[in-house]
């Protein structure tokens, strides 16, 4: 019976008894994870932002381009998906570095383009804080035994080159019309759903209407 068993593989991530590393690097193998539920779903609860919708559509096609890959080149993971219960899934390309490699390069040319900064020193963010959870990521799906060397470098540059060319397909080809279109639309006023990438700095912008609606009557709360 247990042949016939399968795991939910999303958070299951093991490592070894004792290892601290290993633990460590654990924990970082779910980035994806804590950005798709912690940063993705929120965003779309409180922000609903055009941008964002699309930067999360782009990560959803990139992986379904993965999975098919996978499919369709069948490289088994290395031999340590034994003890790691992962042979029953093919290794070529990681997931998750084609995952974070998408999101570092799409996050980094956002905020290039000043496209809705939301937060102060934001380039500083991408290079000393995203772009390396991206190779930490990478290294702990080796590290952890998940995939080998090929694999990653093969995922992160599959997630660098869809996330370069999503960023030009959205911000080249989509943003102006469709968005506004989507804007104006019936579910888009319904959801309030909007593109403030024209803002260069939505976090500025965010503080400074706040602060006048407060002064200004037709904002105020019925008490």
Same mark, same amino acid.
């Given at each position: 019976?247990?042949? $016939?068993?399968?795991?939910?593989? *999303?958070?299951?991530?093991?490592?070894?008894?004792?290892?601290?590393?290993?633990? &460590?690097?654990?924990?970082?193998?779910?980035?994806?994870? @804590?950005?798709?539920?912690?940063?993705?779903?929120? $965003? @779309?609860? &409180?922000?609903?932002? *055009?941008?964002?919708?699309?930067?999360?559509?782009?990560?959803?096609?990139?992986?379904?381009?993965?999975?098919? =890959?996978?499919?369709?080149?069948?490289?088994?993971?290395?031999? /340590?998906?034994? *003890?790691?219960?992962?042979?029953?899934?093919?290794?070529?390309?990681?997931? $998750?570095? !084609?995952?974070?490699?998408?999101?570092?390069?799409?996050?980094?040319? *956002?905020?290039?383009?000043?496209?809705?900064?939301?937060?102060?020193? !934001?380039?500083?963010?991408?290079?000393?804080?995203?772009?390396?959870?991206?190779?930490? /990521?990478?290294?702990?799906?080796?590290?952890?035994?998940? $995939?080998? =060397?090929? !694999?990653? &470098?093969?995922?992160?540059?599959?997630?660098? /080159?869809?996330?370069?060319?999503? &960023?030009? +397909? +959205?911000?080249?080809?989509?943003?102006?019309?469709?968005?506004?279109?989507? #804007?104006?639309?019936?579910?888009?006023?319904?959801?309030?759903?909007?593109?403030?990438?024209?803002?260069?700095?939505?976090?500025?912008?965010?503080? #400074?209407?706040?602060?006048?609606?407060?002064?200004?009557?037709?904002?105020?709360?019925? #008490?």
């Amino acid at each position: 019976m247990s042949n $016939h068993l399968r795991a939910v593989t *999303l958070t299951h991530v093991r490592y070894e008894k004792g290892d601290q590393l290993g633990h &460590f690097l654990a924990w970082i193998s779910l980035i994806p994870v @804590f950005i798709t539920f912690g940063g993705f779903i929120s $965003h @779309f609860i &409180f922000r609903r932002e *055009l941008q964002g919708m699309f930067f999360a559509l782009g990560l959803l096609i990139s992986h379904l381009i993965s999975e098919l =890959i996978k499919l369709s080149v069948k490289e088994a993971r290395p031999e /340590t998906c034994i *003890l790691l219960e992962s042979c029953d899934s093919h290794g070529w390309p990681s997931s $998750h570095s !084609q995952y974070m490699f998408f999101f570092a390069i799409y996050f980094t040319l *956002l905020t290039y383009k000043k496209y809705g900064i939301i937060l102060r020193r !934001q380039m500083w963010v991408a290079f000393v804080v995203i772009w390396p959870l991206a190779i930490l /990521t990478m290294y702990s799906r080796v590290y952890l035994g998940y $995939h080998t =060397i090929g !694999q990653v &470098f093969a995922g992160a540059s599959l997630g660098f /080159t869809f996330g370069g060319v999503w &960023f030009w +397909v +959205v911000n080249g080809k989509i943003k102006g019309s469709v968005f506004r279109a989507i #804007e104006e639309s019936s579910v888009g006023r319904l959801f309030y759903i909007k593109d403030t990438s024209h803002i260069p700095n939505l976090l500025e912008f965010d503080y #400074e209407n706040a602060r006048a609606a407060r002064r200004h009557p037709s904002y105020k709360r019925a #008490e």
